[in-house]
């Protein structure tokens, strides 16, 4: 296996470890989250998440997701794509509790 994609591969068990992992995350930090959500994905994706220059992002559409796929797409973003990051701003357990939320069907 070339060294890249061992790598990867490594990068990807670590986070789905990370990703079993309860997130136990403050409720104060709970509502950082949300309101991220609304200003910062809402500006791509719609203030309401029903789509905008990035898909809408509801329940229905992530329904066959899994919580560890979503939170990686949010924690890395879609190179090449105008979907940033956030690895920056969102730690994994915070990652994975946003995607359970996305999975639930929340609205900002
Ligand atoms: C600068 C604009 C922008 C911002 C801000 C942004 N996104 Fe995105 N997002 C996109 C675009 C564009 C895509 C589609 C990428 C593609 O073509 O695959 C996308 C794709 C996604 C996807 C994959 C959806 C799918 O059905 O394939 C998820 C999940 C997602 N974004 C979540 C978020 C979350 C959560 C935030 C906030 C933390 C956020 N995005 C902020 C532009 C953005």
Known sequence: MPHNSLLAALSLAAMVASGTLPADIAPARQAEIIYLLKHDCGSCHGMRLEGGLGPALVA???ADWETNMLAMT???GRPG???PPWRPFLSDGEAHWLATQLKQGVRP
């Open 60 to 62: 229905d559409r992530f």
């Open 74 to 76: 949010i924690l890395y």
């Open 81 to 83: 794509t105008p979907m």
